[in-house]
């Protein structure tokens, strides 16, 4: 249906069960550094696959998907500025292009609901808040600068066991980098987030805060390649990989 | 002291409680899909650490080692042939090496040993058993070929507890890839391991296989790069990471 343009909307909540991962698309010249970033920063950089050269078909992902056209929205950024937001890039597939698909936090939630836990963002009807620390990312060549996280606030009593259930899924970002306090990460005011929307906080709730999928995109731009794809925020590549086979194995 | 020429032994046994990682060293032409090899075959390949173009000083695995001195013996293949073993690698040193560090099964060896889960080889004094299997790994450019696994065998009550203890350890091996029969896995002769020494499975016990750090050597060795150096089996680089660092997060 995303492939002939019948969905263009964000994909949360779609396919339950299923998946669903970042995309970043980077000519062949910076992709040893970038598969380097993410390797060193695996927490918000979790590879789910990454394609030979010019390649646009998923096999461990799912079989047969083309990453040009199964995502409802592209972000076009050139020399790190956001040039265009298209629905689909097969006109500008590039033979050098190399596909990188990395875990996204749906996968994580699903298991929080199913735990009885609920999430705020959800619960509210809103995208998740996310905030840029001042926790620095392992530099691999031209990519670096500070984790970004997401944050979703527990009542105390359930922060165990959200650390417990989330760090079963260390391919989709694992267990929280922070509990609590937010200025201890650099992040100034907790009701303006950097991304995304604020979500309610109530009296006694504490926050936790995971590493998040949108390090690499703001890595990328800081790093200015002549061109990069992503997703446009939300709208996702949908896998046909269940979230359990993404638990630890 | 290895550093100085003081210890040319296997390392298996020394600084208890610390990580140690098999090393492979490979110009920078073959890097990205070795890289790429390591992504796709995470069980078999856990990177713990891969270094910048002609670094020879970790940073995460520990501040400062240089890895040309400071294992205690190397293996130089040409070609896919090993040419020659020697207790250091500074003369040979290209500024286009791109130094590789890989999880060690050791760490969760001690794990199952703290749990009271005694580990034969270790019992009988011997290298632990390794088997070609038929299991395809995912190729990525040159690099391909069959996982190798090692074999510890267990009494039938502890074969549950080992499974969870080492599923703990991704980064180090993680869970078993299989559990008793060998034919299932293109295992023919349990007996005569094409790596390391065979150990006693006693009356009753169940065979668990578990994917092997042998495993990207061999599939060096197939793809025949102009050079490759790693470890001699055995010999080890020793970490200032402790082995419950590296468990799931």
Redesign the interface.
């Known amino acids: 249906m995303i492939r002939k343009g019948g969905w263009k909307k964000p994909t949360a909540g779609l396919a339950p069960g299923y998946a669903q991962a970042n995309l970043v698309v980077l000519p062949q010249r910076y ?2 550094d970038f ?2 970033f993410c ?2 920063n695996p ?1 918000p950089c979790p ?1 789910l696959e ?1 394609l ?1 050269p010019g390649r646009a078909a998923t ?2 992902l799912s079989s047969g998907a083309d990453i040009r056209t199964d995502l409802p929205l592209y972000n076009i950024y050139r020399k790190g500025k956001l040039e265009e937001t298209v629905p689909g890039i097969k006109g500008l597939w590039q033979e050098d292009f190399i596909t990188f698909l990395i875990g996204c936090s749906y996968s994580f939630e699903e298991a929080l609901i199913r735990a009885g836990i609920p999430v705020r963002h959800i619960e509210e009807g809103k995208n998740v808040p996310m905030y840029i620390t001042d926790i620095p990312c ?1 530099a ?2 031209i990519f670096g600068g500070t984790l970004v996280v997401t944050m979703r606030p527990m009542p105390p009593e359930r922060v165990v066991p959200a650390v417990r259930i989330t ?2 899924y ?1 391919s989709v970002h ?2 929280p980098v922070h509990i609590g306090n937010p200025a201890a990460i650099g992040i100034k005011n907790i009701g303006r987030p950097d991304f995304g929307e604020a979500v309610t906080i109530k009296q006694g709730e504490v926050p936790l805060f995971w590493a998040c999928g949108v390090t690499p995109q703001v890595a990328v731009m800081k790093a200015k390649p002549d061109v990069c794809i992503t997703h446009a925020p939300g709208h996702m590549f949908i896998s046909d990989v269940l979230n359990e086979e993404l638990a ?2």
């Open positions: 992709a040893f598969l380097l390797q060193r927490k590879l990454v030979e096999t461990f392992n691999a060549g760090s079963r260390t694992g267990g630890n194995q």
